[in-house]
């Protein structure tokens, strides 16, 4: 509950009784929006963690890569930093100070929503210039683009399966509750050709949010130049089904119950996304489990090193890599996919299998 007069659910539940009701959109855009701007949700007081959260292995390793890429893409500078949801500013503060190490001081980008988490970034990465959306970070240099758990919160689309054909997959209410209704037009349309005759009941999910980003980090890596990872938790390979998902104090909680208080999270579609990337002429590297990739960046050695220099932390080291790496953890669930511009060169960590 806000403390500001009605809650969102309140909101939600006039406006669907004065006009029917609304679309996954707009129940999932406004309650992350209310959800972000009033509090940091981050870390073991809040709702979740997330990975550079756990460790500050986790941004140096993105430092390394950011910078053995820039390395060999011969130096250019200027160069920016482009943040989406730094939330506390940890991973940019722990990559920015690896980078440096290597002659790597780029101008620094953040785009950010949220009131309460933009306190936090000044706190930690002060010489930041922060931004509502992409449409105004500069254009004059390449960009290395870096988003951990950005994606999965923007808002889907789902359509459903019903007898007659399919339908937009709406929010409406039964008594005081939200529940999942279908939309009385036709989206057959909508729909590729080969699932148009999906079993009845069956759903289909996208993020047009995600999309239309995807569109425009790739027409920028084109023609700025720089890379990109995007990491998130999701599939490699597009799947019918719904995956949204309510988080709240570490726990799964119901996605319809009190909009605006927890973090609603949708898996991303890194099929469909590399698509997009590679429509513009961009170049995908891969998609790959987080644990590989870490791997591939050298955590194994990276944890010995930090635990020799601190060996009362070597116990917690060990922890922290296996919650970023192993299979059970984050280790398969996450991915991290990156894009390079044409002539750009291949990053490491993407090689498969
Ligand atoms: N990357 C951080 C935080 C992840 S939480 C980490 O790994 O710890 C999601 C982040 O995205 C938050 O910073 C949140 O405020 C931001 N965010 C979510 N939706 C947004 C939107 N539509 N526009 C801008 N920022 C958004």
């Known amino acids: 509950m806000s403390d500001d007069g009605a ?10 009784r004065n006009t029917g009701p609304i679309s996954f959109t707009q129940y999932m855009g ?14 073991g007081a809040g709702d979740f963690v997330t990975a550079p959260e756990i460790s500050q292995m986790f941004g140096e390793l993105i430092g390394l890569w950011l910078a053995d890429i820039w390395i060999r893409a011969g130096r250019p500078d200027p160069v920016l930093y482009v943040e989406l949801g730094p939330g506390r ?18 101008e620094v980008h953040f785009v950010e929503g949220s009131t309460a988490l933009r306190e936090a970034q000044m706190e ?19 960009m290395l683009l870096v988003a951990n758990e950005f994606l999965d919160a923007l808002p889907v689309r789902q359509l459903v399966r019903m007898e007659q054909g399919w339908r937009e997959r709406m929010v409406g209410l ?21 699932l148009r005759d999906a079993d009845e009941g069956t759903i289909l999910e996208t993020c047009p949010a995600a999309a239309a980003i995807l569109f425009e980090i790739a027409g920028r890596l084109e023609a700025q ?41 949708a898996l991303v579609d890194f099929a469909t996304l590399a698509r997009i990337a590679q429509s513009r002429g961009v170049k995908w590297l891969g998609t790959v489990p987080q ?18 220099r601190a060996p009362q932390y070597a116990e917690e080291l060990r922890l922290a890599r296996d919650r970023l790496v192993a299979d059970d953890q984050m280790g398969q669930l996450f991915k991290v996919m990156g894009l390079a511009a044409r002539e750009w060169p291949d990053g490491v960590g993407f090689a498969q299998g």
């Open 7 to 16: 809650s969102l659910g309140d909101i939600f539940r006039r406006l669907i």
């Open 225 to 265: 130049g720089g890379a990109a990872l995007l990491i998130d938790y999701g599939h490699a390979e597009m799947r019918p089904g719904s995956t949204l998902q309510a988080v709240r104090q570490h726990r799964k909680v119901d996605p319809f119950a009190d909009p605006g208080t927890a973090d609603l999270t």
């Open 291 to 308: 644990g590989a990739f870490l791997r591939a960046l050298g955590i194994a050695t990276r944890t010995e090193n930090l635990a020799a």
């Open 124 to 142: 930690s990465v002060p010489q930041a210039i922060w931004h509502d959306d992409l449409a105004s970070v500069p254009q004059y240099a390449p």
């Open 174 to 194: 039964e008594g005081d509750r939200f529940v999942p209704v279908a939309g009385g037009q036709p989206m057959d349309a909508a729909v590729p050709v080969e």
């Open 89 to 106: 500013g940890t991973l940019a503060a722990d990559a920015l100070r690896t980078a440096a190490r290597y002659g790597l001081e780029p």
């Open 30 to 43: 406004e309650s992350n929006a209310r959800y972000y701007t009033a509090k940091d949700p981050l870390g």
